[in-house]
């Protein structure tokens, strides 16, 4: 399978199945070696066994967002992991509460609720980040978590794209979505 070509790739997490640190390194060496001018990812719900870490070495065109921001040819992308421990202890919400107002495009694992969040008839999404998207003019929020909800959609000038890159049993791969971000 040949890649699409753009200019940057984010992954918006889970790139381990059950969380072990060798599928991290695997994920690691797997995503510099793609040939993207940048390329940006956060952590999901699977990937706990990087909470905490302090990632390094990574080659200059790589960027690991958590709970941070980088501009890139004057877009500026700000990146929210979602780490279990986050989710229990209520430090998820204060970091959605950190999402800076100038961000053109937000990376987060968790959809807003009511935004390709559906499955097993229930909304999963974030009533929280709901809520701080409405202050914020987005260009685009990047997320991934609910399998079943694979797709895009638009609501005012925000564009939403649920990029999860694999069905609800993990039996089949999604095309990854591709953005025009200007």
Not at 133 to 149: C, E, P, R, T, W
Request: net charge negative; proline share 3%.
């Amino acid at each position: 399978m040949t890649s699409p070509e753009a200019d940057v790739v984010v992954h918006s997490g889970d790139f381990c199945m059950v969380g072990t640190e060798q599928e991290a390194l695997d994920f690691l060496n797997w995503f510099c070696d793609l040939p993207y001018k940048h390329k940006i990812f956060i952590c999901g719900n699977h990937d706990d066994c990087l909470y905490g870490a302090n990632i390094e070495g990574l080659d200059s065109n790589v960027h690991y967002l958590c709970n941070s921001e980088i501009e890139i040819e004057g877009i500026k992308f700000y990146g929210i992991p979602m780490f279990t421990e986050d989710c229990v202890s209520d430090r998820q919400n204060r970091n959605y509460s950190n999402i800076s107002i100038d961000t053109d495009v937000l990376i987060t694992h968790s959809p807003a609720f009511g935004i390709l969040d559906f499955d097993d008839n229930i909304h999963y999404g974030s009533e929280e980040l709901l809520t701080r998207l409405s202050a914020h003019n987005l260009g685009a929020h990047l997320f991934g978590h609910i399998h079943a909800n694979h797709g895009i959609t638009t609501i005012g000038d925000t564009i939403f794209s649920n990029g999860a890159i694999m069905n609800s049993d993990y039996t089949h791969l999604f095309k990854p979505v591709m953005l025009e971000i200007k």
